[in-house]
């Protein structure tokens, strides 16, 4: 009985978060993947010719645009969320090990948190700037000619390659997701016990051995959290494109190929053209294709981190 | 190789600048292959004293030498030192194995040499069979020798253990005192440990150094230390059940005690008057009770003056011609012998324990005289705590 009326205060308490839930992650998510199969959908009218298996798929994966998505979505991820982890551990590790101001620079490495991620893309469209640019400005010092980084110089000179603004562009994602990381590994960091580190200093461990064998196991829960988290987050990139390069994507004069869409960014895409037939339908398969990317992914992350994440 | 510490002090400096001595001016020979015990209160400065040796903490004066190396300005790791942290430090991610080879392939030692040392060290310990477990998987005494295991396996100088046993149950704590004094007699290894546990110390130290307030009070073997304490804080804090304290009197070279049932009544004003108002100090003044010694007990030669008196419970002997009456309160009876406890006359949250042979018949209110065993009793100056 007690039990029984436990169980119903329960429901009661979750259910506020439950109807909220129900009503704008669970619907869209299943209308989704009801859209995804309806053929030529019509948005306007609400209406569509019956069911398509594979149709919208197909379309999607038939955009010009789609192999550039999947290939900017995949370098973005495979190259920013590895060098950012491994960036956030050294930072955090310094960090940890020094006494004086490490209060303030604590603060200053979590600043790009809670700063808006379009501000920051602008800022670091300024930085790589190749007329006033800040980093043509210290290469000029040390003599090298400013670099076309994301924009042009001349009008009608359609020189910036996609390498470029690709670069810029990493070097953005990067930092701006430097600080949770560094967040979430300071506190790690500052969890383990520090008899284990006096330990390993009387039995005279070099410190490279100290922090691969005592360091990263232990934070291992840590870095496996923020690695998958990272790899889902990478693969949705969109707002730091949006914000380092603005609606068209790419870099002003760029050519149509060396744009820097997403596959998020395909969804968008498609979204913008609600009014065409069938749009719709193709942006439900297009995030349905990120979804179950981004499944299988972190399905094979999960099996790794069994055998190399110590709990 | 014996360790020196040579006036080593050390001072901890709070953000506030606040400072606390934690160890003052420390004056210690341990001698080579003997197990020593530091002993002391919690905050005496005994874990300091341990990190010193180590070379954890650094120490604000003096020296500390290994045999005749001064290795104060020398890192841990240099030091030969094996350290058994309270709570062990094994690492969670490896197993026994792992933790115990570590401090090897830190130096670099051969991978089949290692593997046999380890298991060697395991051997004797007596985890052998449990190599390939995870220090999650092995109750608290275990772990604590794969700790153990783990200090030795490089062979050091100096074996230290903070508080070894202060994790372990009442049964294992048992076990595992006498399996460290084991493992110390076989290698022979010059071993320091911590504790607060009199006990813990007296049953297998060699020496017991005992500290209070970071300042050496006595050293010795523990049974000398028990039977000759230098001063009041050394009586008191080891027996149990601690020693009985009772008010005493010497006047011309005659030991009187204070057993209670005389009293004087004083007026007690509060001191430092300036700073109260004559309402304060007339609300603050109250009538105290101060005991009257009025029995003798034996010849003391001393000047004179006030002194305590500290009579260890197996002190006592029922004695009908015995200078001092007390009335039983509880008689608890252990078997081997009997165990009495005493009401303070004065002081009711006081009581005294006292052990006397289980021959004896007493029961609950019994008025009992009692003689005293000269070699369990011990007078202490009153300010200065000294025995005198």
């Known amino acids: 009985m007690l039990e029984k009326q436990s169980n119903v205060k329960a429901w009661l308490y979750l259910a506020p978060a439950m109807l909220l839930l129900s009503v704008f992650t669970f619907y869209p998510l299943f209308n989704a993947f009801f859209l995804a199969f309806l053929r030529d959908y019509e948005f306007l009218l609400g209406s569509a010719r019956g069911f398509t298996f594979l149709g919208n798929f197909i379309n999607v994966i038939n955009k010009p645009d789609f192999g550039i998505a999947m290939k900017n979505t995949a370098v973005i991820t495979f190259v920013s969320v590895p060098i950012a982890v491994i960036v956030a551990l050294m930072i955090s590790v310094a960090l940890n090990s020094i006494k004086k101001f490490q209060g303030f620079l604590q603060t200053v490495f979590f600043l790009p948190y809670v700063t808006n991620a379009i501000a920051i893309g602008m800022a670091f469209a300024f930085i790589f700037h190749s007329d006033y640019g800040l980093l043509n400005t210290m290469l000029g010092w040390v003599g090298i000619d400013p670099i076309n980084w994301i924009n042009l110089r001349q009008a009608g000179n359609a020189d910036t390659s996609w390498i470029r603004a690709m670069f810029a562009l990493l070097v953005y994602t990067i930092w701006g997701g430097l600080a949770f990381k560094i967040m979430v590994f300071l506190s790690g960091l500052q969890s383990i016990d520090k008899q284990y580190y006096d330990a390993a200093r009387i039995d005279a461990t070099p410190k490279r051995r100290v922090f691969s064998k005592i360091t990263v196991p232990l934070l291992s829960p840590m870095i496996a959290y923020i690695t998958i988290t990272s790899f889902i987050g990478a693969f949705k990139a969109y707002r730091t494109i949006i914000g380092m390069f603005g609606e068209s994507l790419r870099p002003p004069g760029a050519l149509s190929k060396d744009s820097l869409i997403t596959i998020v960014g395909l969804v968008y895409d498609s979204l913008a053209h609600a009014d065409a037939t069938g749009a719709i339908s193709e942006a439900a398969a297009a995030s349905i294709i990120l979804f179950l990317i981004i499944l299988a992914f972190t399905l094979i992350q999960m099996q790794v981190s069994k055998r190399r994440v110590h709990f | ?388």
């Open chain 2, 1 to 388: 190789m014996d360790i020196k510490l040579q006036k080593v002090t050390k001072i901890f400096q709070a953000k506030d600048k606040s400072e606390t001595v934690a160890v003052n001016a420390l004056d210690v020979v341990i001698p080579s292959g003997k197990l020593i015990g530091l002993l002391g209160p919690s905050g005496c400065g005994k874990s300091t004293t341990l990190y010193m040796i180590a070379g954890l903490l650094e120490p604000n004066e003096g020296r500390i030498f290994f045999g005749d190396e001064d290795v104060t300005d020398l890192p841990p790791e240099e030091r030969g030192i094996g350290l058994v942290f309270q709570n062990y430090a094994l690492y969670p991610h490896m197993t026994v194995r792992q933790n115990i080879m570590f401090p090897l392939e830190n130096i670099k030692v051969p991978k089949q040499e290692a593997l046999s040392r380890a298991q060697e060290m395991a051997d004797l310990v007596g985890i052998g069979e449990l190599m390939d477990r995870k220090p999650k998987q092995l109750s608290g005494g275990q772990q604590q020798r794969v700790a153990i295991a783990r200090a030795l396996v490089k062979q050091p100088r100096v074996l230290l253990l903070d508080e070894p046993l202060s994790n372990l149950d009442a049964r294992l704590r048992l076990q595992t005192r006498e399996e460290i004094k084991r493992i110390q007699r076989e290698t022979g290894i010059t071993t320091v440990f911590v504790t607060h546990d009199q006990e813990e110390a007296m049953s297998i130290s060699d020496q017991i150094v005992l500290m209070d307030f970071g300042v050496k009070q006595q050293v010795g073997e523990p049974q000398f230390v028990y039977d000759k304490p230098i001063n009041l804080f050394v009586a008191k804090f080891l027996g149990t059940p601690p020693i009985n304290l009772f008010a005493g009197e010497i006047v011309k070279n005659k030991l009187l005690l204070a057993d209670g049932k005389k009293y004087r009544t004083e007026t007690q004003a509060p001191e430092h008057q300036e700073d109260l108002t004559e309402d304060a100090i007339r609300a603050m003044t109250h009538e105290v009770k101060v005991p009257i010694c009025n029995v003798e007990i034996m010849d003391k030669k001393a000047p004179d003056g006030d002194v305590v008196i500290g009579i260890r419970p197996e002190g006592f002997v029922v004695d009908e011609k015995g200078p001092l009456e007390l009335e039983i309160f509880m008689v608890e009876t252990i078997g081997r012998d009997t165990s009495l406890v005493v009401k303070d006359p004065f002081d009711d949250n006081k009581s005294y324990r006292i052990i006397i042979d289980s021959s004896y018949r007493v029961k609950a209110g019994d008025k009992v005289k009692f003689s005293f065993k000269p070699d369990k009793m011990f007078v202490f100056d009153k300010t200065s705590g000294d025995v005198l």
